[in-house]
Nanobody, 123 residues
């Protein structure tokens, strides 16, 4: 059973930073994609970043590249999302998700989900 557990969210002031963590367990050997999505109140869930487990090739949404960074520590089975210069519009529930093989943009393609970690940014 694959389990994803997020942590690291919180309430911060604009301009601050956070590092979200996603600890994965239960995966069998093979290539898989780990992704971070976020969902603000009243909005659709959107992918913000993803990374392939085997080679570390990563993707961050173009509009967020200057502030968001995704990384992984395979020894710890953990994926991180570092967010700098937080803005109020970054306020959302952030979810970790996983799927086999390659990364996609659509949240419906992801099989496994964590419970989410809330990020709230005040101005």
């Amino acid at each position: 059973l694959v389990q994803l557990v997020e942590s690291g969210g919180g309430s911060v002031q604009a301009g601050g930073s956070l590092r979200l963590s996603c600890a994965a367990s239960g995966y069998s050997a093979g290539d898989y994609c780990m992704a971070w999505f976020r969902q603000a109140a009243g909005k659709e869930r959107e992918r913000v970043a993803s990374i392939l487990s085997s080679n570390g090739i990563s993707y961050v949404v173009t509009s967020l590249k200057d502030r968001f960074a995704i990384s992984q520590d395979n020894a710890k089975n953990t994926v991180y999302l570092k967010i700098n210069s937080l803005k109020p519009e970054d306020t959302a529930m952030y979810y970790c998700a996983a799927r086999g093989q390659y990364c996609t943009r659509d949240y419906a393609d992801y099989t496994y989900w964590g419970q989410g970690t809330q990020v709230t940014v005040s101005s």
